[in-house]
T-cell receptor, first 115, second 112 residues
Framework: DARVTQTPRDKVTEMGQEVTMRCQPI?????VFWYRQTMMQGLELLAYFRNRAPLDDSGMPKDRFSAEMPDATLATLKIQPSEPRDSAVYFC?????????????FGQGTRLTVV | AQSVTQLDSHVSVSEGTPVLLRCNYSSSYSPSLFWYVQHPNKGLQLLLK??????LVKGINGFEAEFKKSETSFHLTKPSAHMSDAAEYFCVVSDRGFKTIFGAGTRLFVKA
């Protein structure tokens, strides 16, 4: 049963610490998205990659957030330094890619709490 | 440019009555449209999708949606609500499989 896997599921950290969230997209999917969900803002697209190259990261605060795909099976989202306002659920999603008009498959999310 | 507007932030229905969740979109191209459901503390699950085939799309759990180009709408309906349908629903627009834009969500409450 193919699925997007995110780790960790929950993370509590202190303000100022570095946080790294990981995502394993579905094998063969070449487009990966990072979303952030909060009560106030709803679902926001932070960044997305195609064939490991960043296509759009305009939704991401550049000063503290970074997203990478070291290889086709791993996407990472890093926050350094973390702040309480970063507390949210972060979702990763993957799709087969351009022109396929298929849905995005979502992971279960990483619930981040910055205290 | 793409955008999607969910017209109701909350909808409350009684069990056994019809459900209507409204969504309007704008897109520069022929869009793909989706409805996702999110149950509390869960990820998002696809309910149904429209990709320029039949305008009436059937999804899981008895949901369906109709694509109306003239009205730029893609409303989600279900003839009879179940308690298990209580969740948040997201309307999504995607151009050519690129960037996906989510609506703000509609929280559905189902009363016994």
């Amino acid at each position: 049963d193919a699925r997007v896997t995110q780790t960790p599921r929950d993370k509590v950290t202190e303000m100022g610490q570095e946080v790294t969230m990981r995502c394993q997209p579905i094998l063969g999917h070449n487009t990966v998205f990072w979303y952030r969900q909060t009560m106030m803002q709803g679902l926001e697209l932070l960044a997305y990659f195609r064939n490991r190259a960043p296509l759009d990261d305009s939704g991401m605060p550049k000063d503290r957030f970074s997203a990478e795909m070291p290889d086709a099976t791993l996407a990472t989202l890093k926050i350094q330094p973390s702040e309480p306002r970063d507390s949210a659920v972060y979702f990763c999603a993957s799709t087969p890619g351009q022109g396929s008009h298929t849905e995005a498959f979502f992971g279960q999310g990483t619930r981040l709490t910055v205290v | 440019a793409q955008s999607v507007t969910q017209l109701d932030s909350h909808v409350s229905v009684s069990e056994g009555t019809p459900v209507l969740l409204r969504c309007n979109y704008s897109s520069s191209y022929s869009p793909s449209l989706f409805w996702y459901v999110q149950h509390p503390n869960k990820g998002l699950q696809l309910l149904l999708k429209y990709t320029s085939a039949a305008t009436l799309v059937k999804g899981i759990n008895g949901f369906e949606a109709e694509f109306k180009k003239s009205e730029t709408s893609f409303h989600l309906t279900k003839p009879s609500a179940h308690m298990s349908d209580a969740a948040e629903y997201f309307c999504v627009v995607s151009d050519r499989g690129f960037k996906t834009i989510f609506g703000a969500g509609t929280r559905l409450f189902v009363k016994a």
